[in-house]
């Protein structure tokens, strides 16, 4: 079954509102987890690593004011797209790593801001 | 900084052919690489993971090799199917920037009936 949860699937949302977007661990405690974004027909690129009980930390280029990441428990991660624009439209997905070795990734989350 | 690399950008072949994927990457200091399909406005399948202590994995009509020391691998597919028309991502995790992937361009497939 599924080890990561990620919800809403879809969000439309009209421009300078905020989206909230949950990225659930199932099968295990997760005290890190990464969110990666992805452009229509581009690559999956890193945005920022959620720590548990811990700021966020972000990628070069990436603003941690808008992009607000909440890691509310060991199962729980959420990033909150504030004032979001339409250059926000992306595939937002997210991955939990487990040890070294594996790593799983939700199902993602389409975002488009009209 | 890691980079990752895949060729070709795009490949169309007919059905039953066989075919390779390409992914480079610059720094050899990896944990894993991870070859990946996405299908158009979805999500990741993960297809194979090969851990940098191995040199390939196989599933089914897919196998997958890695150099590390080169920076190369292969993903090979067998038999090719138009249910197969996807983009491949390939992504390494490493030593030197933690567990995160850094994932290549893609190599875009269609397999034509």
């Known amino acids: 079954g599924a080890v990561v949860s990620q919800h809403p699937s879809r969000v439309i949302c009209k421009s300078g509102t905020s989206v909230k977007i949950e990225c659930r661990s199932l099968?295990?405690?997760?005290?890190?987890m990464f969110w990666y974004r992805q452009f229509p027909k581009q690559s999956l690129m890193l945005m920022a690593t959620s720590n548990e009980g811990s700021k966020a930390t972000y990628e070069q280029g990436v603003e941690k004011d808008k992009f607000l990441i909440n890691h509310a428990s060991l199962t729980l991660s959420t990033l909150t797209v504030t004032s979001a624009h339409p250059e926000d439209s992306s595939f937002y997905i997210c991955s939990l790593p487990r040890g070294s070795v594996e790593q799983y990734f939700g199902p993602g989350t389409r975002l488009t801001v009209t | 900084k890691q980079e990752v690399t895949q060729i070709p950008a795009a490949l169309s072949v007919p059905e039953g052919e066989n075919l390779v994927l390409n992914c480079s990457f610059t720094d050899s200091a990896i944990y894993n690489l991870q070859w990946f399909r996405q299908d158009p406005g979805k999500g990741l399948t993960s297809l194979l993971l090969i851990q940098s202590s191995q040199r390939e994995q196989t599933s089914g009509r897919l196998n997958a090799s890695l150099d590390k020391s080169s920076g190369r691998s292969t993903l090979y597919i067998a038999a090719s199917q138009p249910g197969d028309s996807a983009t491949y991502l390939c992504?390494?995790?490493?030593?030197?920037?933690?567990?995160?992937?850094?994932f290549g361009p893609g190599t875009r497939l269609s397999v034509l009936p």
């Open positions: 099968d295990f405690q997760a005290t890190t």
């Open positions: 992504a390494v995790s490493g030593v030197n920037y933690g567990q995160n992937f850094v």
